[in-house]
């Protein structure tokens, strides 16, 4: 099925755009030819991140380790726009692939992580160009720092020595990135000492970010910079916040060091303090009324953390499953005097997205055969063609799913309207007008996607590495 086709799928009239004043339904031209000044574009990526782990989302202590202390990025979201239901995947190299191609995880190979039961090793840039490469094209300065763990190189001990260079892996390059300082591997085996801050690992590509940022002061190009943190996901480690914080397990290979769940409250604040810090240097360094400002998770929570909310519920960590906390990430949009301080977005959006609103909001068309509806028009309080249904897949479980119907590989429907915190399951002898219909509609979105049907697909079933280890969907 050709990209328009799939496109006017998700168009649905009539919606109601929570929160956002209805100021036109036409989408907004390019920045080109307009007389606004494009946009630099700041893309900030928590790794293991559900939206429920932070304050703006009602998140108020990780049950039994401490309070949630989000301020930055509570302060970042009342200054603008936050998004009540953005959907990633269950995995972080899937979520990875989508936002940098704009197409689903089951296009790229990317079913799993990065070489994991079948999945691609690595992102093929010809097939699949990224948003780096065609905002280089459209004249921006593209760079990246943090976790790449899209394609080569793999090891996951190389971890840069100093941030006063840049490293130089041929797949960023290829990727469309000007400028990189990338952790090749996977995960942090060991983060590094947390004293001297200076030795800790994230501090070291936020001294990079913000050496980066310092260089394009004055510049007359547009920047895009893509920031895949590496924090909070294991091995939970004590940070500079708490150098003295209990170490855990931490002798063997990666998959035997989870560190010690203690340390968790400490890795989300300081990746809080260290959003604040590359805002506060957007304003010191004058770039910050031209600078849209992202900040998304990749997945959702680490299964051994729980959340309590304000109102009293728990959320426990939802990664790797099919269920919504799997998926559910935040999504913050902050960008002065364009977007609305304070504005609530209670629509569909999926990583997807991504590309094509960086795109918009650069003046330069989106690639035709992608999955992402745009949402720039959204940040400037205007509607435009609002996603009706999100998609999420890992290996062979995958959903689609909408505002308040969730329908799964297996043709199992779930009603979703009370998600986070329950997901029914509605047998077909249980329907009523309303299920029923819903029931037929995402069967019929799930047979136009078709996602077990690419040649991706096909040859992981062929060879029987999909289909283990993944947690269903009922709650």
């Not at 109601?16 to 007389?35: E, I, K, N, R, Y």
């Not at 091995?235 to 209990?246: A, I, Y």
């Not at 504005?343 to 959006?349: H, I, S």
Request: contains cysteine; charged residues 20%.
């Amino acid at each position: 099925m050709n990209g328009v086709a799939r496109h006017d799928l998700r168009m649905l009239a009539g919606v109601v755009f929570l929160g956002l004043p209805m100021l036109g339904t036409a989408a907004p031209a390019g920045f080109q030819g307009s007389g606004m000044a494009r946009p630099n574009i700041v893309f900030i990526l928590a790794d293991d991140l559900g939206f429920e782990d932070l304050g703006c989302y009602g998140g108020a202590s990780y049950k039994n380790l401490g309070s949630v202390r989000t301020p930055n990025l509570d302060a970042m979201a009342a200054g603008g726009m936050r998004f009540k239901t953005c959907f990633a995947t269950p995995v972080c190299s899937p979520a990875r692939a989508e936002l940098l191609t704009g197409k689903y995880n089951f296009r790229s190979g990317f079913f799993d992580i990065a070489g994991r039961n079948g999945a691609t090793e690595s992102l093929d840039v010809q097939a699949h160009p990224t948003v780096a490469m065609q905002l280089k094209a459209a004249g921006y300065v593209t760079a990246v720092a943090g976790k790449w763990h899209v394609g080569p190189p793999t090891n996951m001990r190389e971890i840069p020595a100093t941030a006063e260079s840049d490293t130089d892996y041929p797949h960023p390059r290829e990727c469309g990135f000007d400028r990189q300082f990338i952790l090749p591997g996977a995960h942090l085996e060991l983060y590094g000492k947390p004293a001297p801050e200076e030795a800790y690992t994230p501090a070291r590509l936020q001294d990079w970010v913000l050496r980066f940022l310092a260089s394009r002061k004055g510049q007359s190009e547009p920047f895009f910079l893509y920031y895949p943190s590496p924090i909070p996901h294991a091995p939970l480690l004590p940070t500079p916040l708490n150098p003295d914080g209990p170490l855990g397990r931490i002798k063997g290979d990666f998959g035997q060091n989870r560190g010690d769940n203690k340390n968790y409250p400490y890795l989300v604040e300081y990746l809080d303090k260290q959003v604040g810090e590359v805002l506060a240097k957007l304003t010191e360094l004058g770039l910050r009324d031209n600078t849209l400002v992202l900040f998304s998770g990749d997945n959702g929570t680490g299964r051994p953390i729980t959340t309590e909310m304000r109102d009293g519920r728990l959320i426990p960590g939802g990664k790797g499953t099919l269920l919504d906390t799997g998926s559910w990430v935040p999504l913050l949009a902050n960008w002065p005097g364009v977007v609305k301080a304070g504005t609530v977005n209670g629509n569909l959006v999926d990583f997807t997205d991504i590309l094509p609103t960086c795109l918009e909001l650069a003046g330069a068309p989106s690639p035709a055969g992608i999955d992402g509806i745009s949402f720039a028009a959204q940040l400037r309080g205007q509607t435009n063609s609002q996603r009706e249904w999100v998609h999420s897949l890992q290996m062979d479980r995958y959903f689609v799913r909408d505002t308040k119907w969730k329908f799964n590989e297996k043709a199992e429907l779930y009603d979703v309207a009370e998600s986070p915190y329950v997901e029914r399951l509605v047998l077909p002898e249980n329907d009523t007008p309303e299920s029923t219909a819903a029931r037929v509609h995402l069967q019929h979105v799930m047979d136009e996607l078709h996602p077990a049907q690419t040649d991706y697909m096909r040859k992981a079933h062929e060879t029987g590495k999909v289909g283990a280890g993944m947690v269903g969907n009922e709650k």
